[in-house]
Every structure is written in structure tokens, then in C-alpha cells.
């Protein structure tokens, strides 16, 4: 198990990097350094003063590799940048200047409140229903539950975000249709409406893989086996069929993990909430390389821990599966 | 102590109704075994899961007839009673043992849970439950039930289905079709351990299985299922030197025989059973 992870961590080296080198390229081919500093400080800056910006950042450098004769070869921006990072030190903005490690800092928490209460009250609530709908299977209940679900999942999200908007905040004026402060629990009136509006997006969806899903274990062989020793079909659902639904359930599930921490892009931009989803928006338009390379490097980073905990997740759901 | 009287069992509805089980007709006395052959799809194994109503409705519909188990029907048991009646009184063996057995529980999980569905009164669990393993011939019994089905190999997979189905000490067991999956040692082992269990415990038994040449030492009575009804039905050895219905002697004239010198396997030619 442990020689299995220090194996699995190992690998992240090679992915970060080549995921580093293809965000490094496809930016600095859109526009060069130059470019971006014209963009950042306006048409009318002076040649010195971009100069100067390019120097304090260390855009001056050559971009992959230094060939200037007498300077070493590994002086160059995107290695200068990989030593940087490799010592998790995520600089600072190119724009503001402020430490990026205490911008992440900053934007993870409004984002997590939004996400992870959005993904935990999801999750209850398509795994409950998905459950329900197995159990009451073939009923008209359960046709016109599928009904529904479709019928949520063609509503493109934009919609949601409209009409809730619209509807609970303007009309009924439930919640504050825009803004966000860190206040105790009246934060909550600010994240209410969003994370209604995530659930509902994605329930439709969720509950009909998990339905899905579910409906393929209760095929199986050992659900006859359970059901002729004699066990109600409440426990052949709760036990045999969840606990075997549960191995493809993880896949889905824990890989979505990190994604949480990086808020959800477009909800935070509609409802102004200062997550991390609004921080990534924010420099991709300024231009901020700084913040998209250090946004894609902790992305790239907890996508590959994801992927690790899926697995050792599955080890420990289905026994027929070992790490070694 | 059983008794099944004209039973009929269809699927699906409308045009598409399929009358699979038509019209049948059999009886098992305590500890008797009746073996009921007949090829694929002749409503053999529906017959056996009909027995405890196990057949998922719809597309399973009992169109007529009564199954009788110790003089109740079993067509108007309640949910509870049908419960109590599965496992309890009336347990299976099934075909795949690999397939049988929940995946994601141990040997142990998997007896014990028939143990406190139909004997709660069992306080030493673990014991219980190496006593059945040690029933079916699973040495070292004590350590093999903490092993998960995929840790057995397909003979012992089996030799568990059995000691899970005699775990709550039924009065009829149901093997439908116990020894196809495995291969012809496993098979001859398996059967020799469930003709030894039958004498240590006094249990009935409707084997059921397309295999003539597996039912000569363990069966009383055989009753030859083809197209859903019952065409031949008699003692085994009667049936089996003197059969009367050509369908049933196309199926044994099928057995190879050892030094047997022919070319090329025996087959029924379906045209002429009407």
C-alpha cells in the first residue's frame, strides 16, 4: 500500500510538469509577454515603464530555454517559474502584486461554502432518490420521476440562474439577488440561492445514472441469492444493492472532490461571490498569468489527489481489489 | 409435503405473452428427491424459482394452479410468509456459483445473514457457521469463512452456496442446476457431497438439471419437462431403462457412453416430437 502511493505520487512529477509546459505554451502563444504588459498597464504606458514591468516579473527572460551565449540554459522564464513552483511557492499577482498563496487562501472559503453543502445535500438527495425510484421501479411514480429528471437536465443552467434570480430574489425577495459577505450565519442568505440553483442543475442527471446504476445491481445473481434466503427487498436494496452500487458510485463521486475547492465558475460570477472560480475568471480576462499558472498548477495538483483517493477508495469498498 | 397442482406461469402480456410453464403437476415427499430434466428453456428453473414466488411480477404472471407447501398455498402467501418460507423452509442452490455469491461480503457475512433471518436463536454465530462449512466439506473451516467468494476457487464457491442453503435447516432444497458451471471432477465431487448430506439430514430436494447422467444416484423419482410441461414422470430408474415419451428417450440416447465408438454425437431431431 505505502510503496503503491509513493509510486501513484511520484507519477504526479511528469503530469504536473507536462500540464505546466501546455498552459505555459498555449498562453504565451496567444500573445507574448509584451503583449500582456500592454494590455495590463494601458495603451498609453511609456517603453520604459513596460520594460520595467517585464523586468520585476522576469518576463524579460527567454521563454523556454536561454540560449544567450555565457548565461546558463536553464535561466529561462518557464524553467525560472518550475523551480518556483516545485518549492510551492505560488508567487504573486502579476497585476496586484499580492501574494498568491493568500489570494487562495482568501477565495477558497466562499467557495467551499458554496460547493460543499451544494455537493453534500446533492449527493443525499440523488442517491436517496435514485434509491426510492429502484425500489418503487416500473410504478408510474417511477415513469414520471424519469420524466422529471429529464426534464431538469435539458434546463441549461443559465436558465436556473436567471429565474432564481428573478423569481425568489426580485419578486418574492427572499434572498439578496447579488453579493457576499463573510458575516457568521447571515452569510447563509447569500448562499442559499446558489446552492438551491446547483442542486437542482444537477440533480435531474445524477439521479438518473444513479438510478441506473443501481437498477444494473439488482440484476444480478446474488440479488436472487439474497432474495431467496428470505431478505426483504428493503435490505436487498439498502445492503446488497447499495453496498455493490457503492464501488461505481466512488468513481463518480470522489474524483469530483476536488473540483469543489475550486468553486463553480459560473455561479460565482452571477451571484458576485468571491470564490476562487471568480479569481481564475478574473485573470483569464485581465490578462494575469501569474494567478492562471499557480490556478492550474493547485488544479492539476488536487485532480491527480483525486484521482489517487478514487482509487484507494475503491480498495477499500470492493475487497476484490488490491493496492500493490 | 409439497405439491404443485396445474400450475401455469406466462411472461410478458398481450401478443406477447409467453406461456412458459403450462399446466404441471408434481409432488415431493419429505425427505424424497425429485430431479426435473429438460433442456434449456423447457421452464425447468422457473418451475424451481416459482416454488417460493422469487419470480420478479411483471413480466411473471401465475396464470393457474396451486403450489402447496405443507397444505398452504404459496400463490396467497403474504409478503412476511413468503419471507419466512424462503430460505427457511424452502432454500436454492443456483447454477454460477461465482456469480451467486455477493462479491463484497464475506462467507461468513453471507451465512450469517440467512442464520438470523430464519434462527435468531443462534448465539455463536462464527461457530454455526463453520459447523455448515465443515457440512459441505470446506476443510479448515474457522479460517476459510472470513475469505471473500473471489478468494474460493469454483468448486468450494458452490460447496458454500450448499452450506448457506442448509444453514437454516430447510425442508426442501431447490439446486437448480448445481454442478453445470463446474467441471466434470468438481461436478462428481459435489454431487457425492449432496448425496452424503442427504443422508446425514433428513431434507427434500427437487434437483433440477438438463443432465441425465448426473441424476442416477441421487434421485427417487424423475419428471422430463419439455416446451414448459411435464411429458414423462416416474421412478428414475424406470425412466431412465424405459422411457416411454420419445422426447425423453432422444434426451438419453444424447448421454455418451464410456467406450462408446461413434463418430459423431447424438442430437433430437425436433420434427418428429409434434
Given at each position: 500500500m505505502f510503496s503503491y502511493l509513493l509510486r501513484r505520487i511520484l507519477f504526479f512529477v511528469p503530469i504536473v510538469a507536462g500540464v505546466m509546459l501546455l498552459t505555459f505554451a498555449l498562453f504565451f502563444m496567444v500573445q507574448s509577454p509584451k503583449a500582456m504588459a500592454h494590455r495590463v498597464l494601458g495603451p498609453k504606458a511609456t517603453p520604459k515603464a513596460v520594460e520595467l514591468w517585464l523586468h520585476n516579473r522576469g518576463y524579460d527572460k527567454p521563454l523556454l530555454i536561454n540560449r544567450i551565449p555565457e548565461q546558463p540554459w536553464y535561466d529561462s522564464l518557464f524553467i525560472s517559474q518550475m523551480r518556483r513552483l516545485a518549492t510551492f511557492d505560488l508567487g504573486s499577482s502579476d497585476?496586484?502584486?499580492?501574494?498568491?498563496a493568500e489570494v487562495f487562501r482568501q477565495g477558497a472559503l466562499p467557495s467551499l461554502l458554496l460547493t460543499v453543502p451544494a455537493f453534500l445535500a446533492g449527493l443525499v438527495m440523488s442517491v436517496g432518490l435514485a434509491l426510492y425510484l429502484v425500489f418503487i421501479r416500473n410504478a408510474a411514480a417511477d415513469f414520471i420521476a424519469s420524466l422529471l429528471c429529464v426534464a431538469l437536465m435539458s434546463v441549461p443552467v443559465m436558465v436556473y440562474v436567471i429565474f432564481g434570480q428573478y423569481l425568489v430574489a426580485q419578486v418574492f425577495n427572499y434572498f439578496p439577488a447579488f453579493g457576499f459577505q463573510l458575516n457568521g450565519w447571515s452569510t447563509a442568505k447569500f448562499l442559499l440561492l446558489p446552492i438551491a440553483l446547483m442542486i437542482v442543475s444537477g440533480l435531474g442527471a445524477d439521479v438518473r445514472l444513479f438510478r441506473a446504476l443501481f437498477l444494473e445491481e439488482l440484476?444480478?445473481?446474488?440479488?436472487?441469492?439474497?432474495?431467496?434466503?428470505?431478505?426483504?427487498?428493503?435490505v436487498v436494496l439498502m445492503g446488497h444493492v447499495?453496498?455493490?452500487?457503492?464501488?461505481?458510485?466512488?468513481?463518480?463521486?470522489v474524483a469530483s472532490l476536488p473540483f469543489l475547492i475550486m468553486g463553480s465558475l459560473l455561479l460565482e460570477n452571477f451571484f458576485g461571490i468571491p470564490g476562487l472560480g471568480n479569481v481564475l475568471f478574473t485573470a483569464i480576462q485581465l490578462p494575469d498569468f501569474a494567478v492562471v499558472q499557480a490556478s492550474v498548477f493547485l488544479g492539476s495538483l488536487l485532480y491527480l489527489g483525486g484521482l489517487l483517493l478514487t482509487d484507494v477508495c475503491y480498495a477499500w469498498a470492493d475487497p476484490r481489489i488490491r493496492l500493490h | 409435503m409439497l405439491s404443485v397442482r396445474s400450475l401455469s406461469i406466462d411472461f410478458g402480456a398481450g401478443a406477447a405473452r409467453v406461456h412458459a410453464v403450462k399446466d404441471i403437476s408434481f409432488s415431493i415427499g419429505a425427505g424424497e428427491t425429485l430431479a426435473l430434466v429438460g433442456e434449456s428453456g423447457s421452464g425447468k428453473s422457473v418451475t424451481g424459482l416459482a416454488l417460493t414466488r422469487l419470480l420478479q411480477e411483471p413480466p411473471a404472471v401465475y396464470s393457474g394452479g396451486e403450489i402447496l407447501f405443507e397444505d398452504r398455498d404459496v400463490l396467497k402467501m403474504s409478503p412476511a410468509e413468503l419471507r419466512r418460507l424462503r430460505g427457511g423452509k424452502i432454500a436454492y442452490v443456483f447454477q454460477e456459483p461465482s456469480t451467486s455469491l455477493n462479491p463484497v461480503f464475506t462467507v461468513r457475512s453471507q451465512i450469517a445473514e440467512a442464520l438470523s433471518l430464519h434462527r435468531p436463536e443462534v448465539s455463536d454465530v462464527d461457530?454455526?457457521?463453520?459447523?455448515?462449512l465443515d457440512l459441505v466439506g470446506i476443510v479448515d473451516p474457522s479460517k476459510r469463512m472470513h475469505d471473500y467468494p473471489h478468494q474460493l476457487s469454483g468448486g468450494m464457491q458452490q460447496r458454500v452456496m450448499i452450506a448457506m442453503a442448509l444453514a437454516c435447516h430447510p425442508q426442501l432444497l431447490v439446486a437448480d442446476e448445481p454442478t453445470t458451471a463446474l467441471d466434470v471432477t468438481v461436478q462428481a465431487q459435489i454431487l457425492d457431497q449432496m448425496r452424503l448430506i442427504k443422508q446425514q439430514i433428513k431434507m427434500a430436494m427437487l434437483l433440477i438439471t438438463h443432465n441425465f447422467g448426473i441424476i442416477g444416484g441421487i434421485a427417487d423419482r424423475v419428471a422430463v419437462m419439455f416446451r414448459g410441461s411435464i411429458v414423462e414422470h416416474g421412478s428414475t430408474a424406470e425412466v431412465l431403462h424405459n422411457p416411454q415419451h420419445p422426447y425423453t428417450k432422444a434426451l438419453i440416447g444424447c448421454i455418451p457412453q464410456l467406450g462408446q465408438r461413434r463418430r459423431r454425437l447424438t442430437t433430437i431431431d425436433y420434427s418428429t416430437l409434434g
Open positions: 497585476v496586484t502584486g499580492r501574494p498568491l440484476g444480478q445473481d446474488y440479488i436472487r441469492t439474497a432474495r431467496a434466503k428470505g431478505v426483504s427487498s428493503a447499495f453496498k455493490n452500487g457503492l464501488i461505481n458510485l466512488i468513481t463518480l463521486v | 461457530a454455526e457457521v463453520a459447523r455448515c
